[in-house]
C-alpha cells in the first residue's frame, strides 16, 4: 500500500492563506488520481479535491475559486494552495488516491488546518 506524509497545517487567520504539501512512497504517475481530504471534528472525512494525471482538477463547491491542486509527479508530491480561508475550513487535511479510486487503506496522519482569529 502507498503511504502518504502531509505537511504545511497550521492556525490561520479568517482571509489567510496555507499551503499543504503531501509526498507519496511510490509514484503517483502510476497511481493516477490524487486527491485532498478533510475532516472536521464529529464529521465524515470528505474529498475535497482531486487531480488526475493529466492534471484535469475537481473541487467540491465550497473551496472552487479558493482551493488550488497541483502535482509534481517527479518528486512523488501534492500540493493544495488554500487561499481566502474560513473557519469551515478548520479539519485536518489528508491526501491520499482521488476521485474514481479505492483510497488506500494507509492513511496518513494528516496535516492540521485551523481558521480563527
Known amino acids: 500500500q502507498v503511504q502518504f506524509v502531509e505537511t504545511g497545517g497550521g492556525l490561520v487567520q479568517p482571509g489567510g492563506s496555507l499551503r499543504l504539501s503531501c509526498v507519496a512512497s511510490?509514484?503517483?504517475?502510476?497511481?493516477?488520481?490524487m486527491g485532498w481530504y478533510r475532516q472536521a471534528q464529529g464529521k465524515q472525512r470528505e474529498l475535497v479535491a482531486s487531480?488526475?494525471?493529466?492534471?484535469?482538477?475537481y473541487y467540491i463547491e465550497s473551496v472552487k475559486g479558493r482551493f488550488t491542486i497541483s502535482r509534481d509527479n517527479a518528486r512523488n508530491l501534492v500540493t493544495l494552495q488554500m487561499n481566502s480561508l474560513k473557519p469551515e475550513d478548520t479539519a485536518v487535511y489528508y491526501c491520499?488516491?482521488?476521485?474514481?479510486?479505492?483510497?488506500?487503506?494507509?492513511w496518513g496522519q494528516g496535516t492540521q488546518v485551523t481558521v480563527s482569529s
Open positions: 491520499n488516491t482521488g476521485l474514481y479510486t479505492v483510497p488506500s487503506r494507509d
Open positions: 511510490r509514484s503517483i504517475e502510476r497511481i493516477g488520481n
Open positions: 487531480i488526475t494525471k493529466d492534471e484535469d482538477t
